[in-house]
Structures are given as structure tokens and as C-alpha cells.
């Protein structure tokens, strides 16, 4: 969130965000009020994007919280923090949290505030049906999303709460180079120290020209996403800025070329 802030600052037009903070690493009303404070310092330009972490994860041994229960605490954060960024005064009751007449202020300038849920699983579906306006993948398969948004839309209608059809994005992962790269090897070795072996990992990563970027966005419009977080897989930090570069110049402009969907990727 520090980050945040100083991006709000360092920026005037550009729209910014997290992929993916983890809730029950935090206390909801705090983070509410950290979440509506950027917001509003930076004319309503916060994208936020949250989700229940891994249970591979070790800051759930490190910090001695229990990750089993991180899906119920994250759906009493997410309600907390809905009425926090509408109401004037809030109270609750639960089971992990409660409150009596807190308030935050000032409150987001957009309202909603885009709030993004991560995740896959059939209880990540239904936490951004209910509480969620857009759904952010990690590196998931372009079938798998498929299936998370037709679920998604299904749910979020049943429950009166239509999702935009521009709301649904993945993480993927780029290399101008080749799929042998050491930088794509060393990447996915960092994952799975973090504890995010992740089923269908390498079908989220492109590795060659633009044309093989921009093919593996392809996949993922057909299936109704519309929105791409792009990570450079780079070997120091000069060949991140040229990764970065190489993607602004070849590969934006032939997603943009596509149609309204999928939009601009994000960097």
C-alpha cells in the first residue's frame, strides 16, 4: 500500500494496482481506509485486486495465522470494507471481526471502488459474485478462465449483481526470447519456492516474437477475458525495461487492433 501511495503521487494520468494483496494479512478497516485514501489523493485512479494467498505460502508459518480459515476471514474483510466504502457509519458482527460505529473518510472517488477478487477455486467464483466487480486470474489456463467466467457471470446474475463484461483479466507471463530461457527457468523455480506450483502455469507464459504474445492473448479473449496483466520474465533489470519496452511497441498495439476487447494489457 506504500507503493500505492507513492505511485499516486509520482503519477497524473496513469491508473494503478496491486496483483494480488493477500486480505488476511491485514485488518479490513485499515485497509479500507488506506484503499479510499489513495483513491481519492489520486482523482479515483486505484485498482484494487484482492485475494486469499496460497496455503504453500510460509508468511502463514512465519506470522503464526492459521490459512485454513483465510477464506471465511477474506468474505467478512470484503463485506467490511463494501460498507465502509458506502456507508457513513458501520458496525458489524462477526466472526472474526467486529465492529461498532466506524467510519472512514474521505471515501473513494470512484463508487464503486473497483474491487477485483483473485483466484480460481469454486470459493474464489463465489466471492467475486458477491462482493467482487471484476476478477483478476493469476497464470491460469485460457480454458480454465474460460470456465471461471462463465461461472462468474452465472452466479454474479443469480445473485442481481452483473458483472462488466470488460472485468474479467489474467496474469500472464512474457519473454521476447525463446521458451529455453534462463530467465523463464529461473522464474518458474521462484514460484514454486513461494508455494505457487500452479496446474496449467506454463500455458500462462508466451516466449518468442510478438506474434506468440499476442496469440496466447488471443486465447484468452476467445474465452471472454479482456483485461492482461503482462510480466516481463527478464534476466536483470535492464532487460526488464527492454522486455517492457519491446511490449509497449509491438504487442499493445496489435491487442488494441483486435476491438474493444481485450483492452490495453497492463504492465
Not at 503482462?230 to 522486455?243: E, K, N, R, T
Request: glycine share 10%; proline share 7%; hydrophobic share 45%.
Amino acid at each position: 500500500m506504500s507503493l500505492m501511495a507513492a505511485l499516486a503521487g509520482a503519477t497524473r494520468r496513469l491508473q494503478f494496482g496491486m496483483n494480488a494483496l493477500v486480505l488476511p494479512y491485514r485488518d479490513p478497516l485499515v485497509l479500507a481506509k488506506q484503499c479510499a485514501t489513495i483513491d481519492w489523493l489520486s482523482g479515483g485512479r486505484l485498482l484494487t485486486v484482492f485475494g486469499v494467498g496460497n496455503e504453500q505460502d510460509p508468511t502463514w508459518l512465519a506470522t503464526r495465522r492459521d490459512p485454513r480459515i483465510r477464506g471465511r476471514q477474506a468474505d467478512e474483510m470484503l463485506a467490511i470494507m463494501n460498507r465502509l466504502f458506502e456507508e457513513d457509519v458501520v458496525s458489524f458482527e462477526g466472526a472474526f471481526y467486529q465492529y461498532t460505529g466506524v467510519s472512514i473518510s474521505p471515501k473513494p472517488v470512484r463508487r464503486p471502488l473497483p474491487l477485483w477478487i483473485g483466484g480460481d477455486s469454486a470459493a474464489a467464483i463465489h466471492r467475486t459474485a458477491r462482493f467482487g466487480n471484476g476478477w483478476l486470474g493469476g497464470f491460469t489456463a485460457p480454458e480454465v478462465a474460460g470456465h471461471v467466467v462463465k461461472q462468474i457471470k452465472s452466479e454474479a446474475q443469480q445473485a442481481q449483481r452483473p458483472m462488466d463484461p470488460d472485468h474479467f483479466g489474467v496474469t500472464i507471463g512474457f519473454r521476447f526470447g525463446r521458451p529455453g530461457d534462463e530467465a523463464i527457468a529461473r522464474f518458474t523455480a521462484a514460484m514454486g519456492l513461494r508455494g505457487r506450483s500452479l496446474p496449467g502455469f506454463s500455458s500462462a507464459i508466451a516466449a518468442g516474437d510478438a506474434e506468440d504474445i499476442v496469440a496466447l492473448i488471443e486465447r484468452y479473449a476467445s474465452v471472454g477475458v479482456s483485461k492482461f496483466v503482462a510480466l516481463p520474465l527478464a534476466a536483470d533489470d535492464a532487460d526488464f525495461i527492454a522486455q517492457t519496452r519491446r511490449l509497449a511497441a509491438e504487442v499493445i498495439p496489435a491487442a488494441q487492433a483486435m476491438g474493444p476487447y481485450p483492452g490495453i494489457p497492463a504492465i
